[in-house]
């Protein structure tokens, strides 16, 4: 199905003074983003795209993240812990 979105072509600048195009939803409402247009957009969606199922792999995909980050972390630790105890692991032979 074909999506017309509403939104704004906006400017920035950076510190260097080089200028930024992007574009929103939303109109600028601060001093530091310039109104360069009101620009509507269009483009494709599968007809059979759910929100929820697209939803759900993210999450899954966030919590094996966070599960990796956690184990490495636990075994950052019980190397610290183990090294401090002065326990030599076999893993370290």
């Known amino acids: 199905m074909k999506i017309?979105?509403?939104g704004y072509i906006i400017a920035r600048?950076?510190?260097c003074g080089d200028t930024y195009f992007s574009w929103s939803t939303y109109s600028p409402a601060s001093d530091?983003?310039?109104l360069v247009r009101e620009?509507?957009?269009e483009f494709e969606v599968p007809d059979n795209y759910d929100y929820t199922s697209e939803k759900v792999k993210?999450?899954?995909l966030r919590r094996e993240?966070?599960?990796r980050n956690f184990d490495n972390a636990?075994?950052?630790?019980n190397k610290q812990i183990d090294a401090a105890m002065g326990?030599?692991?076999?893993?370290?032979l």
């Not at 636990?74 to 630790?77: G, K, L, Q, S, T």
């Not at 326990?87 to 370290?92: A, S």
């Open 87 to 92: 326990v030599v692991r076999e893993d370290e």
């Open 39 to 41: 620009q509507s957009i």
């Open 4 to 6: 017309r979105q509403p």
């Open 74 to 77: 636990m075994e950052d630790i």
């Open 13 to 15: 600048q950076s510190d």
């Open 65 to 67: 993240k966070i599960q």
């Open 58 to 60: 993210m999450l899954c």
């Open 32 to 34: 530091t983003e310039m």
